[in-house]
């Protein structure tokens, strides 16, 4: 069994707000080795009282409110909350067994090591989404680093003093696209979790046709979920990265820092890949029937 902390920016069915941190949950609640111990909010996509409302929305509408949902910091300033809290206690409660996702502003990681100096090697891992080793694009335009641009210096403190750190960065994420025809024509009437996925990413296929050229989405931080759950689909490379407080400010992992080696998973199918996303969305542990 992986037990870990979903560490997200969630906006999943906010009018043009990225839906990949739910769909990575999703993901995750479908995978019958894995125990999601909590759900910790944090900045990114939305200022922290957006995610923090739509994530408590999005577990009341699939029925797993019996998943603690903790409020992290609203920015870089007071890193303090009860998200860090939570991350701290339940990683020095469980030293080595609990590995953290996190798909959003690394804030609340760094608060977590305020509160306990032995956080980073408590972890049994890190998988983060964010960071660019090279210009990232998307429909024939470039799109800029969000995650650990939000917080240079707690994107800096993780991938340089965490314990296992593996980092699924925008390049490395592209493979995992996701075609609005496929997706409807493999969720559409297949139970219950399939029809609310179709319902609920509309809005999201919608925006990248009309701002990325694209009849479809990268699903971004399902990449780093699975990393944590099915490595066997990924080629784990071994990068060294230079990264500094600077650099980060643009979420660039090479900024001629100190040399740190990360892994960087690489998707080894698309389609493989794809398949098994899919089928772990329509075997997620869920009740959608109150959306």
């Given amino acids: 069994m992986h037990a870990l902390i ?129 210009p990232l694009f998307v429909g024939g335009k470039e799109m800029g680093e969000l995650n650990f641009s939000c917080d240079p210096q707690a994107s800096l403190a993780v991938v340089t003093r965490g314990k296992n750190v593996a980092v699924c960065t925008g390049t490395h994420c592209l493979p995992a696209y996701l075609d609005r025809a496929e997706t409807n024509r493999v969720l559409a009437g297949s139970g219950p979790v399939g029809d609310y996925l179709v319902r609920k990413l509309g809005y999201w296929f919608d925006y990248n046709r009309d701002h990325w050229n694209q009849d479809g989405f990268v699903n971004w931080d399902t990449v780093a979920a699975a990393w944590l759950a099915q490595p066997e689909l990924f080629e784990a490379k071994q990068a060294v990265i230079t990264p500094t407080e600077t650099s980060m400010a643009r979420g660039m992992l090479l900024g001629g820092g100190a040399p740190h080696t990360i892994t960087l998973p690489v998707i080894r199918d698309a389609h493989a890949f794809r398949a098994q996303v899919f089928a772990h969305w329509k075997a997620a542990r869920v009740d959608p029937a109150r959306s």
């Fill in 6 to 134: 979903l560490d997200c920016d969630n906006t999943m069915g906010l009018p043009g707000r990225d839906a990949d941190d739910g769909l990575a949950l999703l993901y995750l609640l479908g995978c019958p080795d894995v125990e999601v111990l909590g759900v910790t909010t944090t900045h990114g996509n939305a200022p922290l009282e957006l995610v923090e409302e739509n994530t408590r929305r999005l577990l009341r509408e699939l029925g797993r409110e019996d998943i603690p949902c903790y409020r992290g910091a609203p920015g870089p300033g007071d890193r303090r909350s009860e998200a860090a809290e939570f991350l701290a206690h339940t990683l020095r409660a469980r030293k080595g067994e609990v590995a953290v996702l996190a798909t959003g502003a690394q804030t609340n990681l760094l608060g977590a090591a305020e509160y306990d100096p032995e956080f980073w090697q408590n972890a049994a891992a890190f998988s983060l989404m964010g960071g660019l080793i090279e």
